[in-house]
């Protein structure tokens, strides 16, 4: 009996010089930041070509009410959208160009005007999220004095978020 005492003295001094000895380990915390940009994009979908009707000497024809319908998103509101001739003349062409220059309207753009090098704004403001359709029709005047042949323009739409 006295030796187990012994032996539970002993366990007991050495627990507590064990615990006595052990450092205790001192928390720390710390925190970071993940960080990323996005940045305002515009997108432009369901471009398609545009077939004009007939061309008669004489007469002006149109798109409407058919045109063209571009879907402009973007994430960010209050964006435009332009277009313009893709070489600057405004006029459809062969291997000459037609009298009278292509026309357009749509957007804010209310009446026909005529398409050139330079962008024409079709609208400048817009709604962010889903796609916004943008009506566009194309008129064009066709005089006796123009060669009878296929003709085309190539036509670029330009769609940026506003600054």
Sequence with gaps: MKRTVIILSLIFALAIALSASIPTMAV???TTWVKGTVPSAVDIQAMTNVSLPTLNPGTTV???PTGLTVNVKSNKANWTLKVKDNVGSGYMQNASALIWPLQVKGGTVSSYTSISGSDLTL???GAKGNPTPI?????QQVDWADNPA???IQLIFTASPAP
């Design 123 to 125: 609208t400048s403001t």
């Design 135 to 139: 009506a566009v029709n194309f008129s």
């Design 28 to 30: 720390t915390t710390q």
């Design 62 to 64: 149109n798109t409407e």
């Design 150 to 152: 296929d003709y085309s």
